[in-house]
C-alpha cells in the first residue's frame, strides 16, 4: 500500500491514524520509495522544477522548494525514465528505434527514437495500424516530457 488521506466521520475510526503524509511514510519505511506519488507532499510554495516523478499518478514536473525536498529523493532526468521505472506511461510515447518499417524515406510522422522526440522515416505500408505517430515534433514532446 500506500500513505494517503483518508477522509470521513472521526468517530467511525477504529484504526490509529497518522495526522500527516510524512509520518506515515517515515513509519512505514515508503519516504525513500523510488516511485512516490509527490502529490502527497508538501514541497513548499516556490514553484522550482525540482525534477521529473510521479504526481498524481503519472510522470511530470514535480515543482517545490529545494530544502523542502526530503534527502535521499529519487527524481528522473526524464519523462521516460519515470514511465519505465515506475511502469507508468502515455501508451502514445513508445521507444519506436528498435522497429524497421523499411527503406522508402517517406516521412510517417514524429514519437520517441532513443529516448527523444524524432522523425519516423520508412514505408508506409509497413507501418502497423497500431502504431501510432505524432504529426510534430512539439506535440511530441509535450506529451511525452523529452
Known sequence: GRCQQI????????QQLFTSIS????SCDQSDSDCRDWSLTNLGTCGFNLGLGVFDGECGIIKGCPTALPTGAVLYDSILECQGRCSLGNANCQELSGQDYG???DILGVGILFGSCGVITGCEDQLPASTFLFTNLADCRATCGV
Open 7 to 14: 477522509q470521513g466521520c472521526p468517530q467511525l475510526v477504529t
Open 103 to 105: 527503406n522508402c524515406g
Open 23 to 26: 509520518d506515515c511514510e517515515q
